[in-house]
């Protein structure tokens, strides 16, 4: 499987958002990732649907939809509807999972189970057979540029094994040039940067950095 790199918007200048999307776009960005935050379920607050309509007209970059809020069902529909390829919801805020998973296929697009460091994976065992994703989160979840956490490599490595080849295992949080040969190793297959691509001048050398990593890590 080719491994997918996903600049994390939280990290750009949004002043200046339209250049910032354009110049991932131009540097081979295969997702960009929306951080969806409610001030409630994390302790920040960002955008909803329609600033993620307005984005969507200006990329053609799919996009990837992580919603850090306490009620994620309202919103599944209105972000369907204003483009996203695909979106995660916290296992630890969705007590009716398997609802909440089907109600995002519903929508046409791929669901996704986001899963914080401290949660236990056997909390979403049972339910990757409704999933296109996981998103494992290697930082607690809110901001932007915090430290991975080192423990998070063991975690993706059983997430691998007992998921089998297919799943796509997308890590998001202080991922880097320096932990992604690991990561990719371990089995994610999707790298989420934000710090990592926006935090640098020149974003198309970052993420061909994180490529090369990615590819190291892949030979393993
Ligand atoms: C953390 C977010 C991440 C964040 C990653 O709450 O889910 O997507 O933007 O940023 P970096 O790569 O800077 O840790
Ligand atoms: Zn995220």
């Known amino acids: 499987m080719n491994v997918r790199i996903a600049p994390s918007l939280l990290a750009a200048d949004f002043s200046r958002i339209a250049q910032e999307i354009q110049d991932v776009e131009k540097a081979g960005a295969d997702l960009l990732h929306l951080d969806i935050m409610d001030g409630h379920f994390v302790p920040n607050l960002t955008f909803g649907p329609p600033v993620v309509r307005s984005l969507a007209r200006d990329t053609r970059i799919p996009l990837d939809a992580h919603l850090m809020v306490t009620d994620p069902d309202p919103l599944i529909p209105a972000l369907a509807a204003a483009g996203v390829a695909r979106i ?41 057979p409704w999933s296109s994703f996981v998103l494992v989160l290697s930082v607690n979840p809110g901001f932007g540029g915090q430290d991975f956490i080192p423990e998070s490599v063991e975690r993706i490595r059983r997430l691998r094994r007992m998921a089998g080849d297919s799943l796509d295992i997308s890590v998001d949080g202080g991922v880097c040039r320096d932990n992604a040969a690991d990561l990719v190793g371990a089995g994610a297959t999707t790298l989420i940067a934000g710090s990592e691509i926006f935090g640098a001048a020149d974003r198309a050398r970052s993420i061909a950095v994180l490529r090369q990593s990615a590819d190291h890590g892949e030979s393993r």
Request: proline share 5%.
């Open 88 to 128: 995660a919801v916290h296992v630890e805020a969705c007590p009716h999972l398997h609802r909440t998973l089907q109600s995002i296929g519903d929508s046409g697009i791929e669901a996704g189970i986001a899963v914080n460091p401290a949660s236990a994976l056997s909390l979403i065992e049972d339910a990757l």
